[in-house]
């Protein structure tokens, strides 16, 4: 293992992508506790990939033109399942008056689910903004699957680990992709875990801002929205 690697697979891991934006949604919206597990997610969802690498099936399945262009859009369609979500997991209340009813037809619907920290009552003219609390399985689950269907991960590996390779015979080949390997989704758990965390410090900024809470969870949504079309124009170039 090298300098160059680490330094290198830092700032590969450290560019924003799928699972950063993930990450920092999670601890930005929901907290520290969501922050980490959306990090372990994340890095657990780089784990097959690499597997792949290691065992030569990624090569196949790129072959595999088929089963390549399943894999794509099927993660075009899961970035798009996230717009729509975090797009609609927020409600808005605007208050009447004393008791902070709201006022008929501002209430936007979020998704069933546990219920998130209300604000307290408001004045007339105020604005709530309620983000539900997904369950850890929830948060884990999306972490997983966002990165086991990025298509890239695959490529990137079976590109990026051998070019750092010290011998060509077969199997100490493949012990050294793994060490890589590792080494690579360690340095990933590290710098999403510190995004998550950074992002959660400034949480109670938006927990006493309602209104820029709910452009901040929308911004998010429309970041997975560039990442899916971003990931589909890049397919069919």
């Not at 390779?165 to 758990?189: D, I, N």
């Not at 995004?195 to 969870?217: E, I, N």
Request: glycine share 8%; aromatic share 8%.
């Amino acid at each position: 293992m090298s300098w160059p690697f680490l330094l290198t697979s830092l700032v590969v891991v450290a560019t924003p992508g799928t699972g950063a934006v993930y990450t920092l949604n999670a601890g930005l919206l929901r907290g520290h506790r969501a922050a980490a597990w959306a990090a372990a997610a994340c890095t657990l969802g780089t784990v097959p990939h690499l597997l792949a690498a290691v065992s030569g099936l990624a090569a196949l399945l790129h072959a595999a033109s088929a089963v390549h262009q399943v894999l794509v859009w099927a993660g075009v369609a899961y970035l798009l399942h996230m717009t729509w979500t975090t797009w609609r997991s927020v409600t808005v209340e605007t208050a009447t008056g004393t008791g902070g009813l709201p006022v008929p037809g501002h209430r936007v619907p979020a998704p069933a689910g546990p219920a998130g920290v209300a604000a307290p009552p408001l004045r007339a003219g105020a604005v709530a903004v309620t983000v539900p609390a997904p369950r850890a399985s929830r948060v884990l689950r999306d972490g997983v699957v966002l990165n086991l269907l990025n298509p890239k991960l695959t490529i990137f590996f079976i590109a990026f680990l051998p070019q750092f390779l010290t011998t060509a015979q077969p199997v100490r080949a493949a012990v050294q992709m793994s060490v890589l390997g590792a080494v690579f989704t360690g340095l990933t758990w590290v710098v999403f875990t510190a995004y998550g965390v950074g992002a959660a410090l400034l949480r109670p900024v938006l927990v006493r801002r309602p209104a820029l809470l709910a452009r901040v969870t929308r911004s998010f949504a429309v970041c997975y929205l560039v990442l899916a079309v971003g990931l589909a124009v890049q397919h069919l170039r």
